[in-house]
Structures are given as structure tokens and as C-alpha cells.
């Protein structure tokens, strides 16, 4: 018993599933900010048909650049989402080697991930402070401070920008204003689309988990 009571160390499998249980209330929270986004990026489209109905071409402009912007964030929320799959995929793998071996095994799988999140500025601060938690129960290695700063992002060149806005342009309005895209861009991510995509991963994550969980028996048989 310590000064501050109970001071009895964390068994690993409990670690491994607190470690989940904050990767699945921060994926939830991303769930949310991109659907908060998404409302955002539709009344921004309303906005801009009826700005090109009035002939404010300016307004119409502006608003583009919001709904470029809006799905920047959302690209940056789905990678950050899939980054914390990935972990908590390996969590997993985690508990597998508990039962087997009774300990944890430092993951580059996990430490790459990891990486990945404490610079998406979004998710930055919380997966800096799971970082550590995982540094300090030792399944991963400790990462140097400057590697665990998010990234500044970077100035889109103007060029580059109003390209985009001149197809966000053309594709809300149907061809009244902007440029069409090439045909050789590729085609935009549909939110609902990258669901199904993430809904099918899902499920082959979970068979893997299943097959695993097989073959351990099969082991301690």
C-alpha cells in the first residue's frame, strides 16, 4: 500500500484494453466532427447556387474555398480514423501475446501509427498523451519530443488552390461557373463510399481477430 493507496501495477490486458477503450471514444469523436463538417459543406452548396442565381459571383467564390476546405478536414479526419484502426487492430495482436507469452511486445506497427496521429493537429494532443501511456507499458519504443509535435500545415500554392475552387465551382453549379476537371483527376471521395469502404475493413478485421482466437485454442490444446 502506497502513501496515495492501492499502488498495485496495471496487469498488461488491462492496459491493452484502456489503451482501446480511448482509441474508440476518439474515433467517435471524429465520427461526430465529420458529420459536423459534412452539414457545414452542404449548406455552404446551397449557399452557392443561390449566390450564382443572384449573379454574386465574389460570394460564390468564398463560399467554394469553405467547402475545399471542409473536405481537407474530412480527408485528415478519415486518415487520422484509419491510423487508429490500424492501432487498434494491433492492440489485439496485443492480447493475443498476452494469453501466450503473459507479456507485452514493443509494436513498430503501433509506433509508426502513432507517429502518424500526434501530428494530425485534430487528434494531436489526446494521442500524445496515449503515446506515452503506451511508451510508458512498453509497447512501443519512446519517441523523441519533436517527433511527437504536430505538423504545421503547409501553404497550398494560390494556383493550385483556385484550381480546386474553380472545380468545386463547376461541379456544384453544373457547369454554370468554374473549370472542369481534367480527365485525368481523379474522381472525389464520397463520404459514403469511404463508410462502406471502412464498414468492409471493419469486418475483415474482425475475422482476422476470430481466426486468431482459433488458432490460440488450437495451441493450448
Do not use: H
Request: proline letters at 2%.
Amino acid at each position: 500500500m502506497g502513501l496515495f493507496g492501492d499502488t498495485k501495477k496495471k496487469q498488461p490486458k488491462d492496459v491493452v484494453r484502456e489503451c482501446q477503450t480511448k482509441l474508440r471514444q476518439e474515433g467517435r469523436l471524429l465520427d461526430r466532427q465529420v458529420r459536423s463538417i459534412q452539414r457545414e459543406e452542404e449548406k455552404a452548396k446551397r449557399q452557392i447556387k443561390d449566390s450564382v442565381k443572384k449573379g454574386n459571383k465574389e460570394a460564390a467564390l468564398i463560399l467554394a474555398k469553405e467547402v475545399l476546405n471542409s473536405r481537407k478536414a474530412i480527408a485528415r479526419l478519415y486518415s487520422a480514423k484509419a491510423q487508429m484502426k490500424s492501432v487498434e487492430y494491433n492492440m489485439n495482436n496485443q492480447l493475443a501475446n498476452i494469453r501466450l507469452a503473459g507479456n507485452l511486445e514493443k509494436s513498430t506497427e503501433v509506433m509508426k501509427s502513432m507517429s502518424e496521429l500526434v501530428k494530425i493537429k485534430d487528434v494531436s494532443a489526446n494521442m500524445r498523451d496515449l503515446s506515452r501511456e503506451m511508451m510508458k507499458a512498453g509497447i512501443m519504443e519512446e519517441m523523441m519530443e519533436d517527433v511527437m509535435s504536430p505538423l504545421e500545415e503547409e501553404e497550398e500554392l494560390e494556383d493550385e488552390a483556385q484550381e480546386q475552387v474553380d472545380k468545386i465551382l463547376w461541379e456544384i453549379t453544373s457547369g454554370e461557373i468554374g473549370k472542369a476537371p481534367d480527365v485525368s483527376d481523379k474522381m472525389p471521395s464520397v463520404p459514403g463510399a469511404t463508410a462502406r469502404v471502412e464498414s468492409e475493413e471493419e469486418e475483415e478485421e474482425e475475422e482476422d481477430v476470430v481466426e486468431m482466437q482459433k488458432r490460440l485454442a488450437m495451441l493450448r490444446s
